[in-house]
């Protein structure tokens, strides 16, 4: 099979490359949903990888946990038919076993293995020697060193086509994604690791279908490398994550609906325009690190004086002063509440540490 993560980088339409579209039912179900829905699928022209759930870690007992390798035979008639690769999760060193057997082409390692470095090695084990691609989806919880040390222990197994899904993570009390994207984590993997493909999994972000587009387009405007949607003939009557999937059809309306962008222009006009403004954006950030370190210099006057005085260093009537005021003027400024409320904590932590510091230097 052609390596398929060699061209997936978001380029000019006249390229060969191309953004990479996963698509196909959470769950394998039946040996007629899971052809149905891979040959609409191929039938769209959209779709280059083919997967399907055969194996379901779920998060309690008494869900359904996937049909079990008794699927695989109906996954491999599906890319006979179709001509497309199949993708499967795998959790254990049988089940990379039994998907390799059946000829699976990518395998990837689901967020609840991430999430364990022992059930990684067992994966990493299994796959030595193996000539597959293999993509790791961010752990459940927002670490990123456990996703990168899955994708050590991986590339330590001799794996040489290696992606990244980035599916969000799970967020007590979150009510506006099923797992929110915190895009930053995704972006500062891959700032540390930009040879690695990234691919962005909106269907578990969002949770419901309505969101999925916009979401999709949020990871292309930040230079994902490809999409992997679920999608089913029956989606309200799928016998998992039935709110998250679309049929086939719905999927190609979502990805026509994409603005498909680049992250290079040829234009020399744009290119001077984009670099002057970058320029301004340069000085102003040097100017907020200059405001950033007087500011802590006063921090530290007050924590000196603070300590002279025998008062604590955290004065929360202040900090609430402090905030109420941010909003309100952030507001008239166009910044968002949100935004605010994460500035001024990296802020006070910062002012609180060197507080701390001059309170207790001897």
């Known amino acids: 099979m052609e390596q398929v993560l060699t061209?997936?980088?978001?380029?000019?339409?006249?390229?060969?490359?191309?953004?990479?579209?996963?698509?196909?039912?959470?769950s394998a179900e039946s040996e007629e949903q899971v052809l149905a829905t891979a040959l609409a699928l191929a039938k769209t022209g959209k779709v280059d990888v083919l997967?399907?759930?055969?194996?379901?870690?779920?998060?309690?007992?008494?869900?359904?946990?996937?049909i079990g390798t008794k699927g695989l035979p109906w996954l491999q008639k599906a890319k006979e038919l179709t001509g497309l690769p199949l993708a499967v999760e795998v959790a254990t060193a049988k089940q990379v076993e039994d998907a390799l057997h059946f000829g699976v082409d990518i395998l990837w390692v689901g967020a609840r293995t991430t999430v364990n470095p022992f059930s990684v090695q067992e994966v990493a084990d299994a796959l030595k020697g193996v000539d597959k691609t293999v993509l790791i989806k961010n752990p459940i919880n927002p670490d990123l060193e456990l996703w990168i040390g899955a994708v050590e222990r991986i590339q330590k197994a001799g794996i040489k086509e290696l992606g990244?899904?980035?599916?969000?993570?799970?967020?007590?009390?979150?009510?506006?994604?099923?797992?929110?994207?915190?895009?930053?984590?995704?972006?500062?993997?891959?700032?540390?690791?930009?040879?690695?493909?990234?691919?962005?999994?909106?269907?578990?972000?969002?949770?419901?279908?309505?969101?999925?587009?916009?979401?999709?387009?949020?990871?292309?405007?930040?230079?994902?490398?490809?999409?992997?949607?679920?999608?089913?003939?029956?989606?309200?009557?799928?016998?998992?994550?039935?709110?998250?999937?679309?049929?086939?059809?719905?999927?190609?309306?979502i990805l026509d609906s994409i603005v498909w962008r680049r992250e290079h222009s040829d234009q020399k006009e744009f290119n001077v325009a984009l670099e002057k403004l970058?320029?301004?954006?340069?000085?102003?950030?040097?100017?907020?690190?200059?405001?950033?370190?007087?500011r802590m210099k006063v921090a530290e006057k007050i924590g000196l004086y603070k300590k002279e005085n025998n008062i604590t260093i955290l004065q929360t009537n202040r900090w609430n002063e402090i905030l109420e005021r941010s909003i309100q003027k952030g507001d008239k400024l166009g910044?968002?509440?949100?935004?605010?409320?994460k500035y001024f904590d990296a802020v006070h932590l910062e002012s609180i540490n060197r507080q701390n510091k001059v309170m207790n230097e001897q």
């Open 164 to 253: 990244l899904i980035h599916r969000g993570f799970s967020s007590y009390g979150n009510t506006e994604y099923r797992n929110a994207p915190m895009w930053h984590l995704a972006i500062e993997l891959k700032r540390r690791h930009p040879e690695l493909p990234m691919i962005c999994d909106p269907s578990h972000i969002c949770g419901k279908r309505d969101t999925l587009q916009a979401v999709a387009q949020e990871a292309i405007d930040l230079d994902y490398d490809g999409l992997m949607l679920e999608s089913h003939v029956d989606p309200d009557n799928a016998w998992s994550d039935a709110k998250q999937q679309v049929t086939p059809e719905r999927l190609a309306e």
């Open 335 to 341: 910044l968002t509440k949100e935004f605010i409320l």
């Open 278 to 294: 970058r320029a301004q954006i340069n000085q102003i950030d040097d100017e907020i690190m200059l405001l950033l370190g007087n």
């Open 51 to 66: 997967r399907a759930g055969i194996w379901k870690p779920r998060t309690r007992p008494g869900s359904f946990e996937g």
């Open 7 to 26: 061209r997936t980088k978001f380029a000019d339409p006249s390229s060969d490359k191309k953004p990479l579209i996963i698509s196909g039912p959470c």
